[in-house]
């Protein structure tokens, strides 16, 4: 369970003061699957980097899974972000230097899951994502539509309760973009939160919930029936 | 996990590509040059210090004259070493005499006849090894090495040229002069590079004693104190003071010479053993300070590897940003990047660490022949590689973990976009560059005063003509061989002394003229000449005339002007002159000439002219057909001497090996200011690069709004001109105040002019401009269609 409060986020610099989020209020309940909209600039991606815990918020608070992290350091926001949270990006994100195999691998060395338990991860999230076949590949050598769904497999690796998207599919066609859509719906269907930020009023046709956001504030939320 | 470390380590290091070519060639190459100059170092500190108790034995100097006059000799007197032996030296364990051999240098074995190098040979007490125990004995007795007064010792390297086995005792040696046959009464190892005692064939002293034919009033080697010609080294017991032993040294000579004549006595001051390399017997630290001076330079060069390092590596640092940012996201904590980045520099050093150790082989020739050293370094030496890997975890320390910190702490959503600390560490980069190179513009500053002082020793008027010149050494029979060979057509003249101009005269202070203060310590050279030495030689008459061949000559004094002045008189010519017995006149005034190295000022000395004594010949060719002379000399040599072999020297051969210091000096600067200067290079290049791809952007947006390309060549070199401008002024001042300090050794010198400071600064600017330029005209040249899409 996900809870903001009055969440505000201010950026400062010499001269100028911008207000990326003001006063987000905001339920996630467990499983559910959230799309965030609304125009460049509107502090989508700020808001997503608070809920993942890589970012705090200037005031309001931020219950995570009944914990209050709004306060807390980087440190203690990397110890409770490991292993429960899965990110995708619109940029993949991967590391050119590692293969498919040692991309998906990362979470699970950074958990100090026991090898044999790493290797029968790793390999089931590859068989899932169907990318099996491209294990010893660099994410250079792999299609687009490949390499995120190597990321997802990262994502999805350690297991996380929550998965959060940044335009999944922006970088994508629109076959591959499909597909990696089914997959997140897929995984919602098994359990997982999903809360996923898109331009795309057709992906956020896959979620449960929309909330559009205008100048850091939510202006209206619809509900897929 | 350690697994996966190392593999992403070692992708890591491909991908840089360049970077990391740079990163690993430029430590390698410093780290392999620094290790060879600490091993110098190292070498240079350890001499004489492989003896037993080594820091308990003294060499006797003796201290003559007081004031301007005041002087420190290295040896004593024969009586003082027998003083000090015979246990009336309270404190003193032990007490041996070495000296060296110029009775004779040519020995034979069976058919062969061996012309050793007087160096090589010498006296020394029949107890020396009691004292100088560090050298091993392989054969023989170490308590009894001259069993016999006939018994010889040899080093390992004689034994096995002259007989083909380390094990030659009882072998017998003979002296072509005299016949006389020598047993081998032992065999020591060849003495270390670092001894500062290195003869290889050693006679008892006794044979010295036999060999003494009486000085003045002395009738025994013993009792003379005439004779400065012994070094003399005491072993003291524990606790001892040295100058204590000095006084009673003293009191001893005062005692068996008595109040007479105070002038002629010396003192006697005690150096340890383990300072007499590196430090004069005044105490002046001549050696030591090329020492510092070298160790100073490897710590250079270190720092310089490692600024490298951090530059280049905190550079890239930011290109890794994003991956530093997923690897938070996914769950990594700063110690996990922390480590990974330290096994990513420890990999680096290592492989760094491998190439070095190539390039030292490579390199170990050049080190021998620009040191000197034949010995001592081994790639399979545990001490060679304690220096290596000390050297890499200092790198390590230095330069690993500033990198892996800074890396570490990147912010993840900042990192995710690219930019990990983008401008944040320019500032201290900047630095960096300025330090690097301040550093390599002061050692180019160096590298040139070091060059002109060199070039104005090698011009220096030497007050004669030293060219076409081979000198003879001969034992008897000198004049007449002299007449013989001044016949050749190829040989324009033949003049003849009592030694070679370079290898030290005697000098004495024996003298007496009119006017001098009583009981004047006054220290003259003297050396007897042929009586057309000074004309043949070139030198110049300033007043009075030359001596004349004959007899009438021989109470004839001439000086040189430094004698004049110092012996403060005016118009010598004709004036009442003593040396030892002979009551004579000065006839000439011979202009000041050079026979010591460029440290040393001009001193007062005699020529006279005892045509009997000189053993020496200076053969001046017609410079047109040097090997004919050659060959005629060795005809009419082998004529007179059939049992010697022919040996000569050319002399300017003998007087560029007085600057052999200065030109290795020279030569090290040279070598280390390159090394300096190409991987501060590597440095700059790397920064260039670095800073062409962050401002892709600002390139392409200029060049779309009309900046044409040099103004953008400009832009990206404008920067780093202002770094090595600000290096320049700081290198400048340190590195005049540092080469001030080196001239001061030097009696004669060049001053530091303006167009050194100018020519240093160009080459620093220019070789800046070089690299940098590169860079900035690739990044001028990309099409900014290109670098918009880069972002």
Redesign the interface.
């Known amino acids: 369970m996900i809870q903001t409060v009055n969440l505000q986020k201010l950026f400062a610099t010499e001269e100028v003061e911008t207000t990326a989020l003001n006063g987000i209020n905001m339920d996630v309940k467990d499983g559910e699957f959230v799309a965030i909209m609304g125009p460049s600039g509107c502090g989508k991606s700020t808001l997503l ?1 608070i809920i ?1 815990l ?2 705090n918020p200037s005031e309001g608070e931020y219950n995570f899974y009944g914990t209050e992290v709004s306060k807390m350091t980087e ?1 203690q926001r ?2 409770l ?3 429960s949270i899965g ?1 995708v ?1 619109q940029s993949f ?6 293969t498919v195999y ?1 991309n998906v ?3 699970l ?4 899951t026991p090898a044999d338990e790493r290797k029968a991860r790793v390999e089931e999230a590859l068989n899932r994502m169907n990318i099996m076949h491209r294990r010893n590949h660099f994410p250079q050598q792999l299609s687009g539509g490949q390499q995120q769904r190597t990321a997802i497999a ?1 994502a999805v690796v ?1 297991k996380p309760k929550l998965i959060l998207a940044d335009e999944p599919t922006g970088n994508l066609d629109s076959k591959n973009g499909e597909e990696v859509m089914k997959l997140l719906g897929e995984l919602n269907d098994e359990g997982t939160t999903i809360i996923m930020v898109t331009h795309s009023p057709y992906d956020a046709g896959f979620a449960h919930r929309t909330v559009n956001l205008f100048d850091g504030k939510v202006v209206t939320e619809n509900i897929r029936v | 996990m350690l697994t996966n470390t190392l593999k992403l380590a070692w992708r890591n290091l491909k991908a840089g590509g360049w970077y990391s070519a740079l990163n690993v060639g430029g430590l390698a190459v410093v780290l392999a040059v620094s290790v060879l100059l600490l091993w110098w170092v190292k070498d240079e500190l350890t001499f004489d210090r492989f003896h037993p108790a080594a820091d308990r034995i003294y060499r006797v100097n003796s201290r003559h004259g007081t004031g301007a006059d005041e002087q420190y000799w290295r040896t004593a007197p024969a009586p003082i070493g027998v003083a000090a032996a015979s246990g009336r030296v309270p404190g003193v364990e032990k007490a041996i005499r070495t000296a060296g051999l110029y009775d004779f240098n040519t020995l034979r074995v069976g058919d062969q006849t061996y012309a050793e190098r007087n160096e090589d040979l010498g006296y020394a007490d029949e107890n020396f090894l009691d004292v100088f125990g560090g050298f091993r004995v392989l054969y023989g007795s170490a308590t009894q090495p001259f069993p016999t007064p006939n018994s010889v010792v040899l080093t390992e390297e004689i034994a096995q040229k002259y007989f083909g086995t380390a094990n030659a005792i009882g072998k017998t040696v003979t002296v072509v002069d005299s016949n006389r046959v020598f047993t081998v009464g032992a065999v020591l190892a060849n003495m270390p590079d670092n001894s500062s005692y290195r003869r290889k064939i050693i006679f008892p002293m006794s044979l010295r004693k036999r060999l003494f034919t009486g000085n003045g009033p002395w009738k025994r080697m013993d009792d003379d104190w005439g004779n400065f010609s012994f070094a003399t080294y005491v072993k003291v017991a524990p606790g001892v003071d040295p100058a204590r032993v000095g006084k009673t040294l003293d009191d001893i000579q005062r005692a068996a010479r008595g109040q007479s004549e105070p002038g002629q006595l010396s003192n006697y001051r005690l150096q340890t053993l383990t300072t007499q390399h590196l430090y004069e017997p005044d105490g002046h630290d001549t050696g030591m300070q090329q020492v510092r001076m070298m160790g100073l330079i490897a710590l250079l060069l270190l720092s310089i590897g490692c600024i490298n390092y951090v530059n280049l590596t905190t550079a890239r640092a930011t290109r890794r940003a994003r991956e530093v940012g997923v690897r938070k996201v996914v769950g990594a904590e700063s110690g996990h990047l922390m480590r990974q980045l330290l096994v990513e520099s420890l990999l680096t050093l290592l492989l760094s660490l491998t190439l070095a150790v190539g390039l030292i082989q490579l390199l170990i020739p050049y080190y021998r022949e620009l040191t000197g050293k034949t010995l001592g370094f081994s790639i399979l030496d545990p001490q060679v590689w304690l220096f290596l890997v000390g050297a890499l975890l200092i790198t390590l320390l230095l330069a690993g973990v500033y990198p892996a910190l800074l890396i570490a702490r990147f912010d993840p959503i900042r990192s995710l976009r690219g930019r990990g600390a983008a401008g944040a560490h320019a500032g201290l980069r900047r630095v960096l560059v300025v330090t690097q190179f301040a550093l390599a513009t002061a050692l180019i500053f160096s590298t040139i005063v070091i060059g002109n002082q060199l070039a104005f020793l090698q011009k220096r008027d030497l007050g004669f003509n030293k060219e076409h010149i081979f000198t003879i050494q001969t034992n008897d029979k000198t004049e007449s061989f002299r007449k013989v060979l001044a016949n050749e057509s190829s040989i324009r003249h033949v003049a003849t002394a009592m030694v070679e101009l370079t290898s030290g005269m005697g000098s004495t202070s024996d003298t007496e003229w009119d006017g001098k203060t009583p009981g004047r310590s006054f220290m003259m050279n003297q050396i007897s000449v042929s009586h057309n030495f000074v004309t043949d030689m070139g030198m110049k008459l300033v007043a009075g005339r030359n001596f004349r061949e004959g007899k009438a000559d021989s109470l004839a004094f001439i000086i040189n002007e430094t004698a004049v002045r110092d012996m403060g008189i005016t118009d010598p010519v004709g004036k009442r002159f003593k040396l030892h017995d002979w009551d004579g006149q000065i006839i000439g005034v011979v202009k000041d000439f050079v026979f010591q190295s460029a440290r040393e000022k001009v001193t007062p000395t005699i020529l006279f002219f005892r045509p009997e004594w000189n053993g020496t010949l200076y053969v001046r060719t017609t410079g047109q057909n040097t090997k004919q002379a050659l060959a005629a000399a060795e005809r009419l040599w082998k004529q007179k001497n059939p049992q010697y072999p022919f040996e000569y020297t050319f002399l300017d051969e003998s007087y560029d090996r007085l600057y052999k210091a200065e030109q290795r000096t020279g030569q090290l600067f040279q070598f280390f200011a390159g090394v300096a200067i190409l991987i501060s290079c590597l440095g700059l290049f790397g920064l260039a690069a670095y800073t062409a791809e962050q401002r892709t952007k600002e390139i392409g947006v200029r060049k779309v709004l009309g900046a044409s390309i040099p103004s953008i060549v400009g832009l990206l070199s404008k920067d780093f001109l202002t770094l090595v401008l600000v290096a320049i002024v700081i290198a400048s001042p340190l590195a005049w105040w540092a080469m001030s300090k080196w001239l001061q050794e030097f009696a004669y010198k060049v001053t530091i002019e303006w167009w050194v400071f100018a020519l240093a600064g160009a080459l620093a600017v220019g070789i800046a401009l070089l690299t940098v330029s590169f860079q900035s005209i690739k990044a001028a040249l990309t099409d900014p269609v290109k670098s918009l899409r880069s972002e």
């Open positions: 980097n993942g890589l970012d440190r990397a110890q972000r490991k292993g990110f990006f994100n991967l590391i050119d230097e590692l040692e691998e990362l979470p060395l950074y958990l100090k990262r350690a």
